[in-house]
C-alpha cells in the first residue's frame, strides 16, 4: 500500500508558479498518481492524473520522474481562488488500492 | 466528467439513529465509492460499492455499520447506523467511469450527531 507524504502547507503570491511535491516511495507498478483540490465545503475536485513523465492539461502540470516515487504539481501563475488544500492520491488503475496523501494547504496571498 | 450529486448535503441527528445517504450518478459509471473525512483531514476509504453485488470494506469499516446499496451503474447509498458523535463527519461519494479514470466526487454529506 503506497504511502505518501505531501508539505503540509506552501504560501505563495499571485502570479507566481507554484510546485507542491508528493512522495510516495512504495509506490506499486500498477499506481497511477491523481491530484485533486478541494475548497472548504466542497468535494475534492480533479485536477490532473499522470502515471510517468510528464503531462500537461489547461490548468496544470504533473512531473514524474524515472523512478516514480515521487510527484511534483505544477500550478502557473496561481491567483487567490487557488487558495486550497491540494490531494496527492495514489491508487492502481482497478482501484483495488487507495491512498490519499495528508494534503497540502496553499495560500496565495495579494 | 460525471456529476454527482449527494443527498442530504447535511443533517443533524440522534445519538442512537441511523441516516441513508443518497449518491446519483448523472451518467452509468463503472465504480463508485464511499469516504469519510473528519473536519481538517484528508480521506479515507470506506468502501467500494459493488454493483449488484455486497459492498468491499477497507479494514476497520463492518458492514452491520455502514450498509451499502448499488442498485444500478448510476446510484448507491450509504447508511450510518446506530450514530454516536464519533460518527460526525463529512462522508463524500465518488465514481469513475473505469479502469485508470479519475475519480469525481460529490459535495458531500456533512452529519453531526448530537
Known amino acids: 500500500l503506497a504511502k505518501t507524504t505531501q508539505p503540509i502547507s506552501m504560501d505563495s503570491y499571485e502570479g507566481q508558479e507554484v510546485n507542491i511535491t508528493c512522495s510516495h516511495n512504495?509506490?506499486?507498478?500498477?499506481?497511477?498518481i491523481t491530484w485533486y483540490q478541494q475548497f472548504p465545503s466542497q468535494g475534492p475536485r480533479f485536477i490532473i492524473q499522470?502515471?510517468?513523465t510528464k503531462v500537461t492539461n489547461e490548468v496544470a502540470s504533473l512531473f514524474i520522474p524515472a523512478d516514480r516515487k515521487s510527484s511534483t504539481l505544477s500550478l502557473p501563475r496561481v491567483s487567490l481562488s487557488d487558495t486550497a488544500v491540494y490531494y496527492c492520491?495514489?491508487?492502481?488503475?482497478?482501484?483495488?488500492?487507495?491512498?490519499f496523501g495528508k494534503g497540502t494547504m496553499l495560500l496565495v496571498s495579494p | 466528467s460525471a456529476v454527482i450529486s449527494q443527498k442530504p448535503s447535511r443533517d443533524i441527528c440522534q445519538r442512537g439513529t441511523s441516516l441513508t445517504i443518497q449518491c446519483q450518478v448523472d451518467?452509468?459509471?463503472?465504480?463508485m465509492f464511499w469516504y469519510r473525512q473528519q473536519p481538517g483531514q484528508s480521506l479515507t476509504l470506506i468502501a467500494t460499492?459493488?454493483?449488484?453485488?455486497?459492498?468491499?470494506?477497507e479494514s476497520g469499516f463492518v458492514i452491520d455499520k455502514f450498509p451499502i446499496s448499488r442498485p444500478n451503474l448510476t446510484f448507491s447509498t450509504l447508511t450510518v447506523s446506530n450514530m454516536s458523535p464519533e460518527d460526525s463527519s463529512i462522508y463524500l461519494c465518488?465514481?469513475?467511469?473505469?479502469?485508470?479514470?479519475?475519480?469525481?466526487f460529490g459535495d458531500g454529506t456533512r452529519l453531526s450527531i448530537l
Open positions: 465518488s465514481a469513475t467511469g473505469g479502469e485508470g479514470q479519475p475519480q469525481h
Open positions: 492520491l495514489v491508487g492502481d488503475a482497478g482501484y483495488s488500492t487507495l491512498t
Open positions: 451518467s452509468q459509471v463503472t465504480m
Open positions: 460499492a459493488n454493483q449488484g453485488s455486497e459492498a468491499t470494506y
Open positions: 512504495n509506490i506499486a507498478t500498477n499506481d497511477y
Open positions: 499522470g502515471y510517468k
